[in-house]
């Protein structure tokens, strides 16, 4: 291991008011909740944080509420939780399937929804799904508590909307209507414990054979996770029998912005996030 | 049938159950006192010379152990086959992971501080960093043309049968490099003074080390010792690594006065700075009759080396003698190169050179066959090598194989008729995901190549105990593969004793004969036999002595040690005799046997994700004869994984000469969900000079995976595929156009 634990501190509250003082005393401190981003930077030597706040022991952080309109979720629900959850499964289908998308059942059992968010990698398997549910998070501080959009949250490339003494402490989202359509797919270099080169997540409402409610949001294909807003206009009030395919890949092209990385490239992740649309509309066009 | 007490019974893993329970010590468990931990400030740019070294002021360096080229006491250089690699570089550098110092304290974080805080100025010279740009000598970088070796083989006439040809082709085929991911990174533990070099660690040839050893320090044979811990898997990995790795820990101890010094690799090192696979470019000129007969192959192998010669002659070697593949062929061209490049060298893995040019030519019968509007099972059925034809350097083909047979065999399993007639109708509809059957031919040499065996001169021994029992002395080493187990049946079988008997010694050079390194197959076909012949030795000598009368063999060991003392047998190498090879001409018996199989893979190409998903794989196999039934079939399953990884998804990505994704999570080899269940058959005929009828089967596995593959693709799209890994971005830009 080349990181070094001895030149580093951690902050260890042991409440939620005593992380949110330590987190305006010490904005300098990177919270950590599971640690399954932070720890392989580190241990390849490569992060640059000396001073941790750990936030894994927080109860105030856990636990998974359900009520009649909404689910909220503690920002340490663990994927492990998501997965495993009866409800989910059936109204939240592609939440949990990008759960168990993430990496593997150890990593599932200690990485958690808020972190994920949090670490703001564009390649993050959940917030596709999250964006496509329309969530929202609470982002808490000595100053109070602001709920905002999860659309809103990603500013760009690992930045966003959290101040330095902010911490998410909760993600709520609305529990969709039934009979919707959802579709999630990622694409990694292998079929299991891989960093995903494209993923498409989708909810839709069909009635009258038309679409009336689109969401779609992509994966590594930008600097952050993103909704594909263009593709979205272009299909939404289309009946089902004539959807405008060629118009909707044009916009959705428009909407992201891949590039040349280790996993893939930029001309890859174009052309499939494209068939996932296409993929996702056969799908829809079914319903 | 099996009239043998051991030989073909499962026995179970002899150290099976200490690494289950973790008891089984590994080179970076021991606990030493005053021990050091070593760590290598490396170079960083591919090609230039070193103007200055700088420490980092207000750094306590006088806290480590600071090793450069001047402190070696002999040689600088890692000893194989030529002396053309420096131990550390000195003035020039040839790659960019090439080590330039060596650092070393008790605090293993400590010392990896300390090698950032180290600055290698170097003024950079343009670096040749491909196969094109070596073979245009822009620069030369190595010798006189940038060229380790070069091999030419001919039977026949080629230019006047390619001419007479209905059928002519030319394609080129590439093959990337690949990491062997061995469970557990290189790591060595050395001492050494003027008085003598102890080094210990994760190795597969003891006795490379002990002559790379010997060489650096310029100290008598014995003055070093040599002995291999657990050692976590090897696939050629640890073929000649570890001596550099010794080398290294030893300068750091003995600059430290014999201190024990520690290396021990990370993943990310490991994976950056050791040998992978070759990478390899094939192009092949061929010419087929009307009714598919293969009339003339002109085939040009080139091999990526790096910047070291080390092992880049041999696995050229092995490359050119399979480049044919398991055909007929009258008329046959072989010139293969191998090249420098200002990568770190390229080394031994798993298949050795063959698994390259039998991925070319198993392509390219496929393309044949399509050109030639014919089944590719009836273009090989034609041209199949049947026993008493002529191989490419001349070898009469002595295996009584029906390949046919084993070919059918496969075809049957994986239902190919069927699915070659069925699949293009399904494929037809509007679903994204098409279907392929395909599969590949080959063979795998045992042992090493022509006249090698005769001139590595192996010895193994038999010992017996005072309290009856039987050790196994050879250097040969278990590296997960099985030999401790196979060495113990075989043993046993011989000296007609129950398995418990026997005990297999950890090598150790002080201890053990040099039975030759842990590679090419031939630790079962050729050192088993030498135990089976001690074995049998040792059995007459206790006959010979009016023991053994009631069968009691540890009685009867125990008497005969009480009598004499001692109880010690021997068996030297000794070429099969009708074994003839000119290494000048590459004329002759390139191999004592060959390992034949057909593997059939039944696939899925998704043309949403361009992935490729194998779902059924068959892998039928004549290995003379399973010594243990259940590790030979782990390491044809293992072997197989492997193969689907360097087809599909291994990918070392190169940038200015050095791995880019030297993380196992940019470096993805398949797991669990990727792999179909692999399905093992064997075809035994045992083979005369194998013990108990063996043949050497651990690389055979990985050579044919590659090309079924590739072959079901083209079933499936009706497209070339000329290049692995074929990642699904490759596959999009054959599929769409680049």
């Given at each position: 291991m080349r990181g070094q634990p001895s030149l580093c501190d951690v902050l260890a509250p042991l409440n939620l008011d005593e992380a949110l003082a330590l987190r305006a005393a010490h904005p300098e401190a990177r919270p950590l909740a599971g640690g399954t981003d932070l720890m392989v930077p580190f241990a390849a030597g490569?992060?640059?944080?000396?001073l941790f706040l750990n936030l894994?022991?927080?109860?105030?952080?856990r636990g998974i509420t359900v009520s009649d309109g909404e689910v909220t979720f503690g920002a340490l629900t663990l994927f492990r939780e998501i997965a495993a959850h009866p409800l989910f499964q059936r109204e939240f289908p592609n939440l949990v399937r990008s759960a168990k998308a993430t990496g593997a059942l150890a990593i599932q059992s200690r990485g958690s929804l808020g972190g994920n968010i949090a670490n703001?990698?564009?390649?993050?398997?959940?917030p596709p799904s999250l964006l496509v549910y329309g969530a929202e998070l609470e982002l808490t501080s000595l100053r109070g508590s602001r709920w905002v959009p999860y659309a809103d949250f990603h500013t760009g490339y690992k930045r966003?909307?959290?101040?330095?003494?902010?911490?998410?402490?909760r993600i709520r989202v609305p529990r969709p209507r039934a009979g919707g359509f959802h579709y999630f797919r990622k694409v990694g270099?292998?079929?299991?414990q891989a960093i995903s080169k494209v993923s498409l997540a989708a909810w839709a409402r069909t009635g009258n054979g038309h679409i009336q409610e689109l969401r779609i949001a992509l994966g590594s294909v930008a600097p952050m996770p993103i909704r594909a807003r263009g593709a979205e206009k272009a299909l939404l009030g289309r009946s089902g029998a004539s959807l405008p395919l060629d118009a909707a890949l044009e916009a959705l092209q428009a909407d992201i912005s891949p590039i040349d990385d280790l996993r893939s490239s930029a001309r890859f992740r174009r052309k499939v996030a494209g068939n996932l649309l296409a993929d996702m509309l056969r799908g829809l066009a079914l319903v | 049938m099996n009239d043998y007490a051991h030989i073909g019974r499962s026995v179970q893993r002899r150290e099976g159950r200490a690494k289950l329970t973790g008891a089984a010590l590994f080179t970076d468990d021991f606990k030493i006192e005053g021990l050091l931990h070593g760590a290598t400030v490396r170079s960083r740019v591919p090609r230039g010379r070193i103007t200055g070294i700088h420490f980092e002021e207000?750094?306590?360096?006088?806290e480590f152990v600071i090793v450069t080229?001047?402190?070696?006491?002999?040689?600088?250089v890692v000893a194989?086959?030529?002396?053309?690699?420096?131990c550390l570089a000195d003035g020039?550098?040839?790659?960019?992971?090439?080590?330039i110092m060596l650092l070393a304290h008790p605090d293993p974080q400590r010392v990896q501080d300390a090698r950032e805080r180290v600055r290698v100025d170097v003024e950079p010279l343009p670096p040749v960093l491909s196969i094109d740009e070596s073979l245009r000598c822009d620069?030369?970088?190595?010798?006189?043309?940038?060229?380790?070796k070069t091999i030419h083989i001919t039977k026949g006439d080629p230019d006047g049968a390619e001419a007479q040809g209905h059928l002519r082709m030319d394609a080129t085929y590439l093959t990337g490099a690949q990491e062997h991911v061995y469970i557990e990174p290189n790591a060595i533990i050395a001492e050494a003074t003027a008085e003598g070099v102890l080094v210990r660690g994760s190795m597969q040839c003891p006795y490379y080390v002990h002559h790379a050893l010997h060489e650096m320090?310029?100290?008598?044979?014995?003055?070093v010792r040599v002995a291999q811990v657990?050692?976590?898997?090897?696939?050629?990995?640890?073929e000649d690594f570890p001596s550099m790795l010794a080398c290294h820990a030893a300068l750091l101890s003995w600059k430290a006065g014999g201190r024990p010094v520690k290396i021990a690799y990370d993943r990310e090192e490991d994976m950056a700075c050791t040998t992978k696979r070759h990478p390899s470019r094939t192009r092949i000129r061929s010419a087929f009759a009307?009714?598919?007969?293969?009339?003339a192959l002109d085939v040009e192998l080139l091999l990526d080396?790096?910047?070291?010669?080390?092992l880049s002659p041999v696995v050229l070697s092995r490359a050119a003698i399979h480049a044919s593949g398991p055909y007929r062929c009258p008329n046959l061209r072989v010139q293969a190169r191998a090249l420098a490049t200002n990568t770190p060298p390229h080394g031994a893995f798993r298949g050795f050179g063959a698994p390259q040019s039998l991925f070319a030519i198993e392509r390219h019968m496929d393309e044949a066959a399509r050109r030639l509007g014919l089944d590719p099972a009836e273009l090989r059925r034609k041209n199949l090598l049947r026993t008493g034809d002529v191989m490419a350097?001349?070898?009469?083909?002595?295996?009584?194989?029906d390949l046919i047979a084993l070919m059918d065999r496969a075809l049957t399993e994986i239902r190919y008729a069927e699915k070659r007639d069925s699949y293009p109708t399904l494929n037809?509809?509007?679903?994204p995901v098409k279907r392929g059957v395909g599969f590949s031919v080959f063979m795998h040499g045992g042992?090493?190549?022509?006249?090698a065996e005769t001139m590595l001169n192996s010895v193994a021994a038999l010992e017996g105990t005072e309290d009856g029992r039987v050790r196994v002395l050879a250097a040969s080493t278990e590296m997960g593969q099985g030999a401790n187990t196979v060495f113990t049946q075989v043993a046993a079988e011989a000296l007609q004793?129950?398995?418990?008997l026997i005990m297999v010694v950890p090598p150790d050079t002080s201890l053990?004969?040099?039975?030759?390194?842990?590679?090419?197959?031939?630790?079962?076909?050729v050192v088993g036999k030498l135990v089976l012949d001690a074995g049998l030795a040792m059995r007459k000598t206790l006959l010979d002595a009016g023991l053994l009368l009631d069968g009691d063999v540890a009685g009867a060991i125990r008497t005969y040690v009480a009598r004499h003392g001692a109880l010690r047998t021997e068996s030297r190498y000794q070429k099969p005799d009708f074994m003839e090879w000119d290494d000048t001409t590459y004329?002759?018996?390139?191999?004592a046997t060959y390992s034949w199989a057909c593997y059939a893979v039944d696939l899925r190409v998704d043309l949403v994700t361009y992935e490729t998903q194998v779902a059924d794989f068959v892998a039928v196999q004549e290995v003379?004869?399973?010594?243990n039934p259940t590790l030979a079939a782990g390491q044809i399953e293992g072997g197989v994984a492997q193969g689907i990884g360097w087809g599909l998804n291994e990918e070392v990505i190169w940038r200015g000469g050095s791995m880019?994704?030297?993380?196992m999570s940019n470096y993805l080899i398949a797991t669990a969900v990727d792999l179909p269940r692999i399905r093992v058959f064997f075809e035994e005929r045992p083979?005369?000079?194998?013990?108990?009828?063996a043949k050497g089967l651990g690389?055979?596995?990985?050579?044919?995976p590659a090309p079924a593959i590739l072959n079901a693709v083209q079933h499936a799209l009706q497209i070339a595929p000329r290049q692995v890994p074929m990642t699904p971005e490759v596959l999009m830009d054959l599929v769409e156009g680049a």
């Amino acid at each position: 291991m080349r990181g070094q634990p001895s030149l580093c501190d951690v902050l260890a509250p042991l409440n939620l008011d005593e992380a949110l003082a330590l987190r305006a005393a010490h904005p300098e401190a990177r919270p950590l909740a599971g640690g399954t981003d932070l720890m392989v930077p580190f241990a390849a030597g490569r992060l640059p944080d000396r001073l941790f706040l750990n936030l894994w022991g927080l109860e105030e952080l856990r636990g998974i509420t359900v009520s009649d309109g909404e689910v909220t979720f503690g920002a340490l629900t663990l994927f492990r939780e998501i997965a495993a959850h009866p409800l989910f499964q059936r109204e939240f289908p592609n939440l949990v399937r990008s759960a168990k998308a993430t990496g593997a059942l150890a990593i599932q059992s200690r990485g958690s929804l808020g972190g994920n968010i949090a670490n703001g990698s564009p390649a993050a398997d959940t917030p596709p799904s999250l964006l496509v549910y329309g969530a929202e998070l609470e982002l808490t501080s000595l100053r109070g508590s602001r709920w905002v959009p999860y659309a809103d949250f990603h500013t760009g490339y690992k930045r966003s909307l959290l101040a330095p003494d902010e911490l998410i402490t909760r993600i709520r989202v609305p529990r969709p209507r039934a009979g919707g359509f959802h579709y999630f797919r990622k694409v990694g270099t292998r079929q299991a414990q891989a960093i995903s080169k494209v993923s498409l997540a989708a909810w839709a409402r069909t009635g009258n054979g038309h679409i009336q409610e689109l969401r779609i949001a992509l994966g590594s294909v930008a600097p952050m996770p993103i909704r594909a807003r263009g593709a979205e206009k272009a299909l939404l009030g289309r009946s089902g029998a004539s959807l405008p395919l060629d118009a909707a890949l044009e916009a959705l092209q428009a909407d992201i912005s891949p590039i040349d990385d280790l996993r893939s490239s930029a001309r890859f992740r174009r052309k499939v996030a494209g068939n996932l649309l296409a993929d996702m509309l056969r799908g829809l066009a079914l319903v | 049938m099996n009239d043998y007490a051991h030989i073909g019974r499962s026995v179970q893993r002899r150290e099976g159950r200490a690494k289950l329970t973790g008891a089984a010590l590994f080179t970076d468990d021991f606990k030493i006192e005053g021990l050091l931990h070593g760590a290598t400030v490396r170079s960083r740019v591919p090609r230039g010379r070193i103007t200055g070294i700088h420490f980092e002021e207000g750094f306590p360096w006088d806290e480590f152990v600071i090793v450069t080229a001047r402190d070696i006491p002999g040689k600088n250089v890692v000893a194989h086959l030529i002396q053309d690699q420096p131990c550390l570089a000195d003035g020039v550098i040839n790659h960019p992971e090439e080590a330039i110092m060596l650092l070393a304290h008790p605090d293993p974080q400590r010392v990896q501080d300390a090698r950032e805080r180290v600055r290698v100025d170097v003024e950079p010279l343009p670096p040749v960093l491909s196969i094109d740009e070596s073979l245009r000598c822009d620069p030369v970088i190595w010798g006189e043309d940038n060229i380790f070796k070069t091999i030419h083989i001919t039977k026949g006439d080629p230019d006047g049968a390619e001419a007479q040809g209905h059928l002519r082709m030319d394609a080129t085929y590439l093959t990337g490099a690949q990491e062997h991911v061995y469970i557990e990174p290189n790591a060595i533990i050395a001492e050494a003074t003027a008085e003598g070099v102890l080094v210990r660690g994760s190795m597969q040839c003891p006795y490379y080390v002990h002559h790379a050893l010997h060489e650096m320090f310029q100290l008598p044979l014995e003055k070093v010792r040599v002995a291999q811990v657990e050692t976590g898997g090897g696939f050629g990995g640890k073929e000649d690594f570890p001596s550099m790795l010794a080398c290294h820990a030893a300068l750091l101890s003995w600059k430290a006065g014999g201190r024990p010094v520690k290396i021990a690799y990370d993943r990310e090192e490991d994976m950056a700075c050791t040998t992978k696979r070759h990478p390899s470019r094939t192009r092949i000129r061929s010419a087929f009759a009307t009714d598919g007969t293969l009339l003339a192959l002109d085939v040009e192998l080139l091999l990526d080396g790096g910047a070291y010669t080390t092992l880049s002659p041999v696995v050229l070697s092995r490359a050119a003698i399979h480049a044919s593949g398991p055909y007929r062929c009258p008329n046959l061209r072989v010139q293969a190169r191998a090249l420098a490049t200002n990568t770190p060298p390229h080394g031994a893995f798993r298949g050795f050179g063959a698994p390259q040019s039998l991925f070319a030519i198993e392509r390219h019968m496929d393309e044949a066959a399509r050109r030639l509007g014919l089944d590719p099972a009836e273009l090989r059925r034609k041209n199949l090598l049947r026993t008493g034809d002529v191989m490419a350097t001349g070898q009469i083909m002595r295996d009584e194989v029906d390949l046919i047979a084993l070919m059918d065999r496969a075809l049957t399993e994986i239902r190919y008729a069927e699915k070659r007639d069925s699949y293009p109708t399904l494929n037809a509809s509007d679903d994204p995901v098409k279907r392929g059957v395909g599969f590949s031919v080959f063979m795998h040499g045992g042992g090493f190549t022509g006249s090698a065996e005769t001139m590595l001169n192996s010895v193994a021994a038999l010992e017996g105990t005072e309290d009856g029992r039987v050790r196994v002395l050879a250097a040969s080493t278990e590296m997960g593969q099985g030999a401790n187990t196979v060495f113990t049946q075989v043993a046993a079988e011989a000296l007609q004793a129950p398995v418990d008997l026997i005990m297999v010694v950890p090598p150790d050079t002080s201890l053990v004969p040099n039975s030759g390194p842990t590679v090419a197959s031939r630790t079962t076909q050729v050192v088993g036999k030498l135990v089976l012949d001690a074995g049998l030795a040792m059995r007459k000598t206790l006959l010979d002595a009016g023991l053994l009368l009631d069968g009691d063999v540890a009685g009867a060991i125990r008497t005969y040690v009480a009598r004499h003392g001692a109880l010690r047998t021997e068996s030297r190498y000794q070429k099969p005799d009708f074994m003839e090879w000119d290494d000048t001409t590459y004329r002759g018996d390139a191999y004592a046997t060959y390992s034949w199989a057909c593997y059939a893979v039944d696939l899925r190409v998704d043309l949403v994700t361009y992935e490729t998903q194998v779902a059924d794989f068959v892998a039928v196999q004549e290995v003379g004869r399973a010594l243990n039934p259940t590790l030979a079939a782990g390491q044809i399953e293992g072997g197989v994984a492997q193969g689907i990884g360097w087809g599909l998804n291994e990918e070392v990505i190169w940038r200015g000469g050095s791995m880019a994704n030297h993380q196992m999570s940019n470096y993805l080899i398949a797991t669990a969900v990727d792999l179909p269940r692999i399905r093992v058959f064997f075809e035994e005929r045992p083979f005369a000079y194998g013990p108990g009828g063996a043949k050497g089967l651990g690389e055979l596995p990985m050579d044919g995976p590659a090309p079924a593959i590739l072959n079901a693709v083209q079933h499936a799209l009706q497209i070339a595929p000329r290049q692995v890994p074929m990642t699904p971005e490759v596959l999009m830009d054959l599929v769409e156009g680049a």
